[in-house]
C-alpha cells in the first residue's frame, strides 16, 4: 500500500469516469454534472455498450489521467483484464444491484466519496482470482448462487419492469431470488468434486463458492475470513 497527497500547485488531472450503458446511464451523467461542479477535478464521461469497447477505451486513455468505472460488479469484471494487464490504478462508482466490491472498500454513489478518494489518493493491491478461464475479484462459484444471478441478468436485459423493481430494491433483491430459486426449483442440487492439495471432496451441494471477500450480494456474510490482499481465497461448500 502507497499513498501520495497531490500537489496543491499542479494542475488538476483529468477525470474519465466510464460508464456502464446497461448500469444506469442518467444517474452517472447527473453525477458527472455535479463532479463538474468541483473545480479541482475536470470530468469527461464516457459511454461504452461491450466488454471490448470498455477494455480498449481504457487502454486509450493515458494513464496520468484518473479513471473511474461506473457501474457494478458486473463492469468491474468486464474491465479486469485490461487492469490486470495494465496494473492501472482505479475509483469506483457504484451503480449496480449490490456493488459487492466497491462497499467492500468504502466507495458511495456520490462526490464525497470520489472527492475524498483522489484527495488522498491511497492505492491499494488487491488479489485477482482466476478460475475456469475466468478472473474475478469477489465471489464467484456454481449452485444456486449462478443459477440466480443468470436468471435475474437475463430477466432484466428484456424486461423493463424487472430492471426497475431491482433499482428500487437495490441488494435486497437477492435474498428474494434465492427463496423463490430454492422453493420452485431443485436443478441447483448436483453433484461436485473439488480437487485440492490433499485429495478430493466430493458429494451434493447447493453452492460452491470461490470468496476473495467476506460478503456476496451486497450484505450476505458468506465468507467471514476471506480477505482481499492475503493471497488466499476461501472455498465455501454448502451440502443440500
Sequence with gaps: ??????????????????????????HCERLGMALRA???????LHTTSSVAEMCELIRSLPRTDDLVLAGGDGTLQCALPELVRSQRP??????????DFAKHWGYTADVLSLHDC??????CEVDVIHCNS???????????????????NAARRFSPAIKKAAEIAGSHIYPVLAGTTILTRRSYLRHYEIEH???????????????????????????????TRDGLAEILAIRD
Excluded: K, Y
Excluded at 483522489?118 to 492505492?123: A, D, L, S
Excluded at 458429494?203 to 467476506?214: A, E, K, R, T
Design 134 to 152: 475466468v478472473r474475478f475479484l469477489t465471489v464467484g462459484g456454481l449452485g444456486v448462487g449462478a443459477l440466480l444471478t443468470r436468471d435475474f
Design 90 to 99: 482505479i475509483a469506483i462508482l457504484p451503480l449496480g444491484t449490490a456493488n
Design 38 to 44: 468541483l473545480p479541482r477535478w475536470p470530468t469527461r
Design 197 to 227: 492439495a490433499d485429495g478430493i471432496v466430493s458429494g451434493h451441494f447447493s453452492n460452491v463458492l470461490i470468496c476473495n471477500q467476506p460478503q456476496l450480494g451486497g450484505d450476505l456474510l458468506v465468507a467471514p475470513h476471506a480477505r
Design 1 to 26: 500500500m502507497s499513498s501520495a497527497r497531490e500537489n496543491e500547485n499542479n494542475p488538476p488531472r483529468l477525470c474519465h469516469v466510464v460508464v456502464n450503458a446497461s448500469a444506469g446511464r442518467a
Design 118 to 123: 483522489f484527495t488522498h489518493r491511497v492505492i
